[in-house]
């Protein structure tokens, strides 16, 4: 099975901010959305944890895996229909 790709950007506020969810605490926190980027450590603002990683919010969880879902749909859909017109052709 060949590989495929999903890019999903996470939401940024006007002022530059991310929601994430501390993998310590489980709280929602905003943090500047260049400490993301930059690979930088980040700080919950609940408990002051340093984190080396953060989850996803609820929201961005279901979100995401509402995109995945869809484009491997799309993805499974497109393989079959191309198998489906490689094996009428081999049938003529
Ligand atoms: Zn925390």
Redesign the pocket.
Known sequence: MNDFEIEIALDIDEEGMALVE??????E?KTPSTTINNDETII??????E?LYFNFTKKDRDRIQRIATEQAMGYATDRLNRTIKKINRQLK
């Open positions: 501390c993998p310590e605490c489980i709280k926190f919950c603002s609940h408990c002051k944890q984190l």
